[in-house]
C-alpha cells in the first residue's frame, strides 16, 4: 500500500564459497535452511560466472537461494513506508526522545529535546540506540553493536545483476540504485568508537579480489547493528509498566523482519493472538 513495490529485485542471492573446505562446511547449514522451507540450489564453480560473468574465477562454487530478494533502495522504500503513516493519519515528528516517565496506570508522558506528550503507549524501536532512551519504566538491557562498514562503487552499477555474499570474506556485494555496495564484517566496538578505515581498506580489498572490473572507490559508511547476547530481538512490554513495548535488536535483519516485528506489536497491544509466539523475545530472559 505503501507503492514501493519497484524497490524489490527478485533475483535470488548467491552465496559463494572460496574452495572446497569451506563449501563442505556448510552442507549442515543448507540442509537446515532446506527443511525450513528454503529453495536452494547448488551451483558448481563452472556455473558460478554463467550467472555473474564478471565475477573472477576464484570459487569452488556455492548455492543459490533462489526466492532471495532485495531492495534496490533501502532509504526510499523507509521513506515511502513513512509518507504512507502520515497519509493515513499518522503525525511524523523528527526529535530526540530523552526520557520516558509514567503518567498513571496506563499511559507514560514521553520527553522530547523541546516538549512532550503523553501517550498509551510507547513503543521503542531506535536500534541501537534504544537504550540511551532513559526513565524508570525502562529496563537495563545487554544491548550492544556490531558495526558493519560499507563500501560504494559508483561506478559499477551493473557490474552484477544480484546480491553475492564472499562466505570465507564476511560481506556481501549488492547492485543498489546508487552502484555496487559491498558490506560487511563485525566489529563489536559499541556506538561511540571511531571508523576503523582498516576495515573499509579490508572491504574493498576483497571485492576487487572477486570483482577484478570494479572501478573508483567511492562513498564509505558505518552501519550499527542492534544485536543482544543471545542474538534475538526483544519484543515484549517492559517489566516496569505495562505502556512501554520494546521492538529492538534484531542484529543483521531488522529490514527484513520490520513488517512481522509490526505486526506482533500491534497485536501485543490490542491484546490479540500473536501471529508467532512471543516469549522467546521477552525482555525478562535478561532482568534477574
Request: net charge negative; proline share 6%.
Amino acid at each position: 500500500s505503501a507503492g514501493a513495490g519497484d524497490f524489490i529485485r527478485r533475483n535470488g542471492t548467491l552465496y559463494l564459497y572460496s574452495d572446497a573446505n569451506s563449501r563442505l562446511a556448510a552442507q549442515d547449514d543448507i540442509a537446515r535452511r532446506r527443511e525450513q522451507g528454503m529453495s536452494i540450489t547448488e551451483v558448481e564453480a563452472d556455473a558460478v560466472r554463467e550467472l555473474e560473468p564478471a565475477l573472477a574465477p576464484i570459487f569452488a562454487g556455492g548455492i543459490l537461494y533462489n526466492d532471495g530478494f532485495q531492495l534496490s533502495d533501502p532509504q526510499q522504500v523507509i521513506m515511502r513506508l513513512v509518507d504512507q503513516f502520515a497519509q493515513d493519519g499518522g503525525e511524523v515528528i523528527q526529535d530526540r526522545v530523552d526520557r520516558i516517565e509514567s503518567a498513571g496506570l496506563d499511559q507514560v508522558t514521553v520527553h522530547l529535546s523541546g516538549t512532550s506528550k503523553t501517550v498509551h503507549h510507547a513503543v521503542i524501536a531506535a536500534g541501537a540506540w534504544s537504550t540511551r532512551i532513559q526513565g524508570p519504566v525502562l529496563d537495563r538491557l545487554p544491548l550492544d553493536t556490531e558495526r558493519g562498514y560499507h563500501v560504494m562503487f559508483p561506478e559499477n552499477l551493473s557490474t552484477l545483476s544480484r546480491p553475492v555474499g564472499l562466505a570465507d570474506a564476511g560481506l556481501y556485494l549488492s547492485p543498489v540504485d546508487g552502484g555496487l555496495r559491498a558490506a560487511g564484517t563485525v566489529e563489536l566496538a559499541g556506538l561511540d568508537a571511531k571508523p576503523d578505515p582498516k576495515r573499509l581498506d579490508y572491504i574493498e580489498q576483497a571485492a576487487r579480489r572477486a570483482l577484478p572490473s570494479l572501478k573508483q572507490r567511492g562513498d564509505t559508511w558505518l552501519g550499527f547493528r542492534p544485536t543482544f547476547p543471545d542474538a534475538l530481538p526483544v519484543i515484549s512490554h517492559s517489566s516496569k509498566h505495562p505502556s512501554v513495548v520494546y521492538a529492538f535488536g534484531h542484529q543483521h535483519v531488522g529490514l527484513t523482519l520490520g513488517a512481522v516485528t509490526g505486526k506482533l506489536v500491534q497485536q501485543m497491544i490490542d491484546r490479540e493472538t500473536p501471529i508467532v509466539d512471543p516469549t522467546p523475545y521477552r525482555a525478562q530472559r535478561f532482568l534477574s
